[in-house]
């Protein structure tokens, strides 16, 4: 997979060459290329920004800059076509599903917006040419969308074969789906047997894969209910009991 990411803060997305990424980008499973959008003006000051028309506070990012970056990077490409994924708060959520399908593309082309926003326009320009998606990654506003990159990269990232150790992990993935689908992951525990004072749950020790199954299952459940209420009714009782009886 090729990822590209246009900012003004390519220092901003070093992370994403050391860790989970960094390995990948080294075995050659990821080709990542961090570009400086100001590469793309051509002024003293090197000026990606604007008032605002109409008004209002802040400043807007210029579309020349935005649009001679985009089309050098798309044409660069060996004839197939970039998903261009724009963070933005008004965008459509991140989700597991999301990350499972951006993982199967071959291209992404991250544009992180600073000030206000990019101009509309360019917006328009690329979703014509492109598969362009607008995408949050929660309900709260960023000074840029840099951070939301690193995010939505390393949930993706961790779905590429080989880049996540154990390939099962992912299965019991929040949120992955199959007969778990929906549910937050329940606890997890390791060795000691006891710390300050404190057990592991008898179920854990006992090897009885059914009865650990179930527990696990019911203490996703219960997280769940808890703490995403929401995400239940989209669960399906009836499946898991399936699922146990396959056990
Ligand atoms: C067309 O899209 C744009 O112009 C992007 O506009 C903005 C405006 C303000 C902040 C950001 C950065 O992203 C987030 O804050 C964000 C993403 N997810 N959750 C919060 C981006």
Redesign the pocket.
Known sequence: MRLDVVTIFPEYLAPLNVSLVGKAAARGQLDVRIHDLRSWTHDRHNTVDDTPYGGGPGMV?KPEPWGEALDEIIASGDGDAPVIV??????RP?TQELAVELSAKPWLVF??????????R??EEYADRCDLR???????????????VLVMVEAIARLLPGVLGNAASHQDDSFAPGPMANLLEGPVYTKPPEWRGRGIPEVLLSGHHGKIARWRRDEAFRRTTANRPELIEGADPAAYDKKDREI
């Not at 544009?111 to 509309?120: H, K, L, N, S, W």
Request: glycine content about 14%.
């Open positions: 990012m724009v963070p933005t708060p008004s965008g991140f544009t992180p917006a600073r000030y206000e926003g990019i101009d509309r360019v917006i607008e995408v949050s990654v929660g309900d709260y506003v960023l000074a840029g969308g840099e951070a939301p």
